[in-house]
């Protein structure tokens, strides 16, 4: 079956210190990889995606991921996060077709 | 480029009214669009998969009657909630995508139904 989870339902992270959040996937077929973040009351923004190619992958607001297929995961990090980074972070992946299967999502919350 | 919009962006109705909301790609031709359901902190769900000039494709589940979808150009798609009630409530996504980046959905910034 093919399934996004995203484990960690909440993540709190001191101002200034790195974040990780996780995401893993099922699949049998090749797949897309997508971050998104979302603040409140508003649409998606993305992060970053894998498409194919070098497997870190960086994207905007210092945020990277890195493709790893044997652990079939795509985990974002940032090494030093900002209050304004405060938001929802989904993961979403296309299992070789248009659409795209979100994870539950991840809540990151800055410490000041 | 690949900007998306909606409009209205919050709406409060009666129940048993219908309310349509729109989706704009504003710089690029959108042969796909798809329209999502968010709950409170909750995930984002696929109601519907659009192509210009055809029958949306409703995922299981949707009621196609209740979730009416018009992608009558390649700029615009519609979804009309009809006879809505208050479990119709909630956020709505929809994305769009051009035959040129076929990997990639650019998301609107969604609209707030709220059903009383």
């Known amino acids: 079956a093919q399934s996004v989870t995203q484990l960690d339902s909440q993540v709190p992270v001191f101002e200034e210190a790195p974040v990780e959040l996780r995401c893993n996937y099922s699949?049998?077929?090749?797949?897309?990889l997508f971050w998104y973040v979302q603040y409140p009351n508003q649409g998606l923004q993305l992060l970053l995606k894998?498409?194919?190619?070098?497997?870190l992958v960086k994207g905007i607001n210092g945020f990277e991921a890195e493709f790893n297929k044997s652990q079939t995961s795509f985990h974002l990090r940032k090494p030093s996060v900002h209050i304004s980074d405060t938001a929802e972070y989904f993961c979403?992946?296309?299992?070789?077709?248009?659409?795209?299967?979100f994870g539950t999502g991840t809540r990151l919350t800055i410490i000041p | 480029g690949a900007v998306v919009s909606q409009h209205p962006s919050r709406v409060i109705c009666k129940s048993g009214t219908s309310v349509k909301i729109e989706c704009r790609s504003l710089?690029?031709?959108?042969?796909?669009m798809f329209w999502y359901r968010q709950f409170p902190k909750k995930s984002l769900m696929l109601m519907a998969t659009?192509?210009?000039?055809?029958?949306?494709?409703?995922e299981q589940g949707v009621e196609k009657d209740k979730f009416l979808i018009n992608h009558a150009s390649l700029t615009l798609s519609t979804l009309t909630v009809t006879s809505a009630h208050p479990e119709d409530s909630s956020f709505y996504i929809c994305?769009?995508?051009?035959?040129?980046?076929?990997?990639?959905?650019?998301f609107g910034p969604g609209t707030r139904l709220t059903v009383l």
């Open positions: 994305s769009a995508r051009d035959h040129e980046r076929l990997n990639e959905q650019f």
């Open positions: 699949s049998s077929v090749s797949v897309y």
């Open positions: 894998y498409l194919s190619g070098t497997t």
């Open positions: 979403a992946v296309s299992f070789g077709n248009e659409k795209l299967t």
């Open positions: 710089d690029f031709q959108a042969t796909t």
């Open positions: 659009s192509n210009e000039g055809s029958k949306a494709t409703y």
